[in-house]
């Protein structure tokens, strides 16, 4: 899947936000780190990609703990990008407030 295949604008703050409270777990702090370095956006660009390519960051070294754990949070993370509906989330959560 392609940034343009997505059902949503992953360029939208409010919308990449959503989208990542549904891939995530609470307190995943890989998760916490990738968007607090990259933003919502850009973090949610970089899942995209990593999921068809090695998911590795320029700041993690090949082999080691912390990309083993990247690889494998990409893994979970990746098994829920194709059922992501932000928009519809948002709209859930705003009719039911």
């Not at 549904?22 to 956006?41: F, H, M, N, Q, V």
């Amino acid at each position: 899947m392609t940034f343009d295949e997505f059902r949503f604008d992953v360029d939208d703050p409010t919308l990449a936000a959503a989208a990542w409270t549904r891939l995530i777990e609470p307190g995943d702090e890989i998760a916490g780190a990738l968007i607090g370095e990259l933003g919502a956006c850009e973090a949610l660009r970089w899942l995209i990609e990593a999921r068809r390519s090695a998911p590795l960051l320029p700041a993690v070294a090949p082999g080691t703990d912390a990309a083993n754990a990247l690889t494998d949070a990409v893994a979970r993370w990746s098994t829920r990008l194709d059922m992501l509906d932000p928009v519809g989330d948002l709209k859930v959560s705003s009719s039911t407030s």
